[in-house]
Structure formats: structure tokens, C-alpha cells
């Protein structure tokens, strides 16, 4: 008979909790002189707030050094880059107290991490008991797959979150490379992840085919991004009839249908032709679009570019708005959309999934190559007894925004699922190991 102290100790009591997440920040790092978020700045920004609010134990923070790989960061500092970088995104603070403080901390944060401070704490914390997850919701952040790997050999479940596959599957509408560049992210996607989040069951069904080579595909859960309602009730805009385009301006949003179609109305109109208000920063691969907003003197005065502006202020531009007007040729989900909605603006968009799966049946849904719908209907819109916007109004009464909420309820589940899955491999491995280490003894001795 083996000796007692020659068996494997394998700890069956519960874990006392959820698992410990070691969640990136590195994107939320280099956010610290944004004057407003991107798509993904927000997303991260959401879940670091979200695990920001709960016990220290709960979470360690890291960022990816130069050598790529990761390190703790203080915890105390990150949640006041948290706090500090929400509020100058809220309210027009550029200047203020609040992005000064942000700037600070995103500085000194970059600057320890890249000299690779914190990796023997990071070291020191993956080697403490308990289920483990490493929660990624970057996509620049899998083109690389060792720090990764590095992760989940230190035994945490490694999930990331897929924000869409557009760079791989519309490579037209990205930068050169870009697509190449996707496609390394997906695969080290699908060689490593235990679990995928993506924002839409659109996103899931680009995403599978990727996944096929693995016996056991990871489990990919479809967790609709959550929006965050105004903290207190925010004043329209006292303006004339206008319209709200919101986003980078890049070749998929499809900007140029609404230009071309503001210069016809523009020439026909005149003073009538109701205005277009343009909120978002200037992208790539936009030469014509850039050219008809700074050349084009028939839009003059209709066409108003906003640029990028802090939340209070989207929030104020779009309540006063006649409706959004959202004509992209691909979306991996729309949060332009569901923050109109939320805020009861109506919507005319196109007629793509990921659009149909944020707003139901409420917004009018028009394809993006059919300009002559698109005019007609801002037309229609801009009149005060418009009956099209009246009914989209009456539809509104019966959408229900998503919640983060609701979002982080499911990705708690996974988490636990998945580290609990990934704790049972773990004990069978160990199991085998002893076996095999016993029967090489026992043969040994017999010899």
C-alpha cells in the first residue's frame, strides 16, 4: 500500500467563491488623453469599472510590459484611473481636475509596466489555490499568443471577448493589414480560448467556422453589451430640425450616402433642408468623405462636423435630434443605436443582423445602397407631424435597453463553468501524473 503522505493532496472543499479574475487593462492604459471613448474603449472601460466596484481579492489588475509579458498593477491606482477617467468622459473636462488626475495615473501606470515592475507579484498572486480566469476584452491584445499561453500555464481559464470579425470579413473597409492582422487574433482565439464572449449571436456566427479545428469547440456565449442611461435627465439641444450621424468616420460607416445625399437635398432645399450633425472623430481610408466635409460649400451650413466630444454632450446632441441616422455597411453591434434608443431618440438604419438584434422592431430599417429611400424618409422624418417618426415613437415605448447588468450576470456564469471545467482537467492531470510516477516506481523496485 502507498503511503499516506506519497498521495497526491487534491482539495475538494468549495472555493469559498467566484473565481479570481486577472483582467487586462493595457487598452484603458493608453486612453488617459482621450477627450471621449471609442466603441471598445467603452466596453473595457464597463468591465474595469464593473470588477473596479467589487473587493480587491475579487480582481488583479494587469498590463502587458515590453517584453509582452503581463504585470499586477496597484489595485488603488487603477481604480482611481477608473474613476477619474469616467467622470472627465462624462462631463466636458478636458482641462479638468478629473483628466489631469487620469492623465497622471495612466502615465505612471504605463511607465512601471513597461519597465516590467509588478511581474513577480503577478507570479506570486497565480500561484495562490482557487479557480482562475483571465478575461481579455482587447483585440489588439491576441495577436500575440505566448503571454497568453503564459496565463493559462499558470492555470487561469483564458476568455476573451470578440468584438466583431469585420477587419477579416469586409477587408475592404480596413486599413492595409489589417485583415491579415484579424485573422491572427481569431486564430489565437481559437487555439487558446476555454470560452469566447462575443456581443452578438451576428459575431457568433462569423466566428464559427474559425473554431471547427478543435475537437471540443470552446463554448461562446452571445452577451449583448450593455448602456448606461444618463445619470439625470439631460436638456435638448433649442435648435433647428437636425439629424445625428455618431461614430468613427471610416469607409463602412457609410458617412458618404448621407453627404451626397445633404448636397442634393441642400440644392433643392436651400434654407429648408434640415441640418446634419456629424459626432465622431476622423478615421482612415476616408479621402472623400474628408473632402466633401471640408471642401464641399453646398453642404456648408447644413453639415456641421462635431468631432469627438465627451458623453454629457453626445447625450444632448442626440435627445434633441429628429432621429439618428445610422447607414453602416457592417456592424459587429451597434451601441450608437442602443444609446439613441435609450435615450427615446428614434433611429433609421440599415438593414444588416447585427442593427436587427439591437433594435428589434422598433427603428425603420432601410438598405444602405438605396439613397432614394434614405432621402425620403429624413425627409419625412424632419416634419413636425411626420407619421413614420410618430409610430417609430410609439414602438419605442415597448423597448427595453440592455443592462450591464444582465451582461456581467452571464459572464459571471461562464466564469464559473469555465474555471470549475478547467479545475477537473486540472485533477485529472494530476491524477494521471501520480499514477504514472507510481507505476515507474513500483517497476523500478522490481527490477
Known amino acids: 500500500m502507498p503511503r499516506g503522505d ?52 475579487r480582481v488583479t489588475f494587469v498590463a502587458r510590459a515590453l517584453s509582452g509579458d503581463y504585470a499586477a498593477l496597484p489595485w488603488q491606482a487603477v481604480v482611481g484611473l477608473v474613476a477619474s477617467l469616467s467622470q472627465a468622459w462624462e462631463h466636458s473636462e478636458s482641462t479638468g481636475q478629473a483628466a489631469r488626475r487620469a492623465r497622471r495615473l495612466s502615465v505612471a501606470l504605463r511607465w512601471r509596466t513597461m519597465a516590467g515592475v509588478g511581474q513577480r507579484e503577478l507570479a506570486r498572486r497565480l500561484k495562490k489555490p482557487g479557480p482562475k480566469a483571465f478575461l481579455l476584452v482587447s483585440h489588439r491584445a491576441l495577436k500575440r499568443e505566448r503571454p497568453i499561453q503564459a496565463m493559462r500555464d499558470a492555470g487561469c481559464a483564458f476568455v ?54 478543435r475537437s471540443t469547440p470552446p463554448q461562446v456565449l452571445v452577451a449583448p453589451l450593455g448602456v448606461e442611461p444618463p445619470p439625470a435627465p ?12 455618431l461614430g468613427t468616420i471610416e469607409p463602412r460607416k457609410n458617412h458618404l450616402l448621407l453627404f451626397h445625399l445633404w448636397r442634393d437635398m441642400a440644392t433643392r432645399l436651400g434654407s429648408r433642408t434640415p441640418h446634419l450633425l ?57 451601441l450608437p443605436l442602443a444609446e439613441a434608443l435609450t435615450l427615446g431618440v428614434p433611429a433609421i438604419c440599415s438593414d444588416i443582423p447585427a442593427l436587427r438584434e439591437v433594435g ?81 516506481r513500483r517497476g523500478s523496485a522490481a527490477t
Open 160 to 213: 476573451p471577448l470578440i468584438h466583431d470579425p469585420i477587419p477579416a470579413t469586409h477587408p475592404e473597409y480596413a486599413r492595409p493589414g489589417q485583415a491579415d492582422l484579424h485573422l491572427r487574433r481569431i486564430s489565437t482565439t481559437a487555439a487558446l480560448a476555454d470560452a469566447i464572449i462575443v456581443n452578438s449571436a451576428h459575431t457568433e456566427a462569423a466566428l464559427r467556422p474559425h473554431l471547427s479545428n
Open 6 to 57: 506519497d498521495i497526491p493532496v487534491i482539495d475538494r472543499r468549495p472555493s469559498g467563491g467566484p473565481p479570481h479574475v486577472v483582467f487586462d487593462v493595457s487598452r484603458l492604459l493608453a486612453c488617459g488623453t482621450k477627450p471621449a471613448p471609442s466603441g471598445i474603449d467603452r466596453v473595457e472601460m464597463a468591465y474595469a469599472r464593473r470588477w473596479a466596484s467589487l473587493p480587491e481579492g
Open 234 to 245: 439631460v436638456q435638448a439641444l433649442p435648435t433647428e430640425p437636425y439629424f445625428v450621424v
Open 278 to 334: 456629424v459626432v465622431g472623430r476622423r478615421g482612415w481610408e476616408n479621402e472623400n468623405v474628408v473632402d466633401i466635409l471640408d471642401r464641399c460649400d453646398a453642404v456648408r451650413g447644413a453639415v456641421r462636423e462635431v468631432g469627438q466630444v465627451p458623453d454629457r454632450e453626445v447625450w444632448r446632441i442626440l435627445r434633441g435630434a429628429r432621429a439618428l441616422l445610422f447607414p453602416s455597411s457592417a456592424e459587429g453591434y451597434g
Open 360 to 440: 428589434g422592431q422598433v427603428p425603420d430599417y432601410l438598405d444602405p445602397l438605396d439613397g432614394i429611400a434614405w432621402r425620403n424618409a429624413i425627409l419625412d422624418y424632419a416634419e413636425p407631424r411626420s407619421t413614420g417618426r410618430a409610430a417609430q415613437v410609439e414602438r419605442l415605448a415597448h423597448w427595453r435597453a440592455p443592462r450591464w447588468e444582465h451582461h456581467f450576470l452571464q459572464v459571471d456564469e461562464l466564469l464559473d463553468k469555465v474555471t470549475s471545467r478547467a479545475a477537473s482537467s486540472s485533477v485529472r492531470v494530476m491524477l494521471q501524473g501520480w499514477m504514472q510516477s507510481r507505476f515507474a
